[in-house]
């Protein structure tokens, strides 16, 4: 019999993070040849984490433009993902996430009859325009998907609750757990960030549905803690995203304990999770790594995917309102039980040993 081939696709900073240990683990199995194909969908941020992981793309489909739609980006997805197809001819596609490169992906294979495995399944806020495009992209993805791979129980009940058969769901854990793991050791040997005597907030901010008055409403209100905590670092490491740039930049840059650098690489950023005392974000992954490394986050958002780290009472939703930001901040900085409470350590997104269960249901199904 052949061996298998299995064609995995890339777009996005956080794709590839948490596809590296699937990528490697199927790598590593010998029983199939797995295929590397970077979409593009993000240059600088994807090419920064391929790096780290050692991953090189067998192919790249350089979809990137500055600031093009969503409508121009699915297109030329749309296309280039179908010309890889026929160009590959796998036995099945994998794709990670929510992005529109995993949308596309999803749809591509459909249209070509191609079993499409889906990692990261059966994440729901229920609400199209909460996160945006996310939500639809996710909802889509999952109709079109042979082999779901959900983090946890409640992404398989959401399955479950759009009628997807229980056995076409696998609860396997976040693989960004095992992305975590695999790069502890060598971040702890990276940048300091944290000056001696000072505690250092992170920050991050990129979502499409924040874009405009609740992005400049957040970055008011670390404008205000900035001036009432002058003892407090803030560390934005901002995305390359026009829209996210073009307002940060004139209500934060110039202030004495605000830092905007460039996107930090994964070895440098998990150093800087680690180094912070809390961390502001509207980021899906920083939602699920944080609460593994005790940090806690307050989350730039009205709603969450991920309501088990809610749950254990680690990750709490501040929206974009400007009092409710800067209250909940200076509680954490101010009562230490309140931080203690929320610094414990817990991972409800998985114990880093997702890449390898996945690789196995995949080559125990491939082998029927
Ligand atoms: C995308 C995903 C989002 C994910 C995020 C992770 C979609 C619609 N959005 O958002 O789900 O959470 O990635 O970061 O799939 N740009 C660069 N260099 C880069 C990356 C982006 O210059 O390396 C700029 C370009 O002008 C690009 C713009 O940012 O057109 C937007 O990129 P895009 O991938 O469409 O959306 P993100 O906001 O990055
Ligand atoms: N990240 C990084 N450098 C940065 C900011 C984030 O390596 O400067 C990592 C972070 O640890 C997480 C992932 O990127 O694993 C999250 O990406 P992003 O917030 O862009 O996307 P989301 O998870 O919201 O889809």
């Given at each position: ?11 996005t900073r956080p794709e590839a993070i948490k596809m590296a240990p ?18 593009g969908q993000h240059r600088e941020l994807l090419d920064q984490v ?238 699920e790594e944080a609460p593994a490394l005790a940090k806690p986050v ?71």
């Open positions: 019999m052949r061996r298998k081939r299995i064609l995995t696709v890339v777009g699937v990528i490697t683990a199927l790598q590593a199995s010998g029983w199939c040849d797995c295929t590397v194909l970077a979409t391929l790096q780290v992981f050692g991953l090189v793309p067998d192919a790249d489909l350089q979809v990137m433009a500055p600031n093009q739609s969503l409508a121009a980006l699915s297109a030329r997805l749309l296309c280039a993902l179908d010309g890889a197809i026929e160009h590959w001819r796998p036995d099945v596609l994998i794709a990670q996430g929510d992005t529109t490169s995993v949308l596309c992906a999803a749809m591509a294979a459909f249209y070509r009859r191609l079993p499409f495995a889906h990692i990261e399944a059966g994440l729901r806020t229920h609400d199209l325009d909460n996160p945006f495009p996310e939500e639809m992209n996710r909802v889509v993805a999952g109709l079109l998907t042979r082999w779901h791979f959900s983090p946890t129980e409640s992404a398989r009940e959401n399955l479950l609750a759009e009628r997807i058969p229980a056995d076409r769901i696998h609860v396997t854990g976040n693989t960004v757990i095992d992305a975590l793991h695999s790069v502890a050791e060598r971040a702890d040997r990276a940048h300091l960030f944290a000056r001696p005597g000072r505690r250092l907030i992170l920050v991050t901010a990129h979502r499409r549905e924040n874009f405009g008055a609740p992005l400049a409403e957040i970055c008011r209100a670390i404008a205000q803690l900035a001036s009432l905590r002058p003892e407090t670092d803030f560390l934005f490491p901002w995305h390359p995203n026009p829209n996210v740039r073009g307002i940060v930049r004139p209500l934060l840059e110039g202030l004495p304990n605000v830092t905007l650098c460039e996107p930090l690489d994964y070895l440098a950023f998990v150093a800087a999770m680690r180094q912070s005392h809390l961390i502001l974000s509207d980021s899906g992954g920083v939602q307050l989350v730039l958002r009205r709603e969450t995917e991920r309501p088990e780290a809610v749950a254990a009472g680690v990750v709490r939703l501040v929206g974009h309102d400007f009092d409710t930001i800067v209250q909940s901040t200076l509680s954490l900085l101010d009562d230490a039980a309140a931080h203690a409470a929320m610094a414990r350590g817990v991972s409800p997104y998985g114990d880093g040993q997702a890449a390898s269960r996945i690789e196995q249901i995949l080559r125990k199904a491939l082998a029927q």
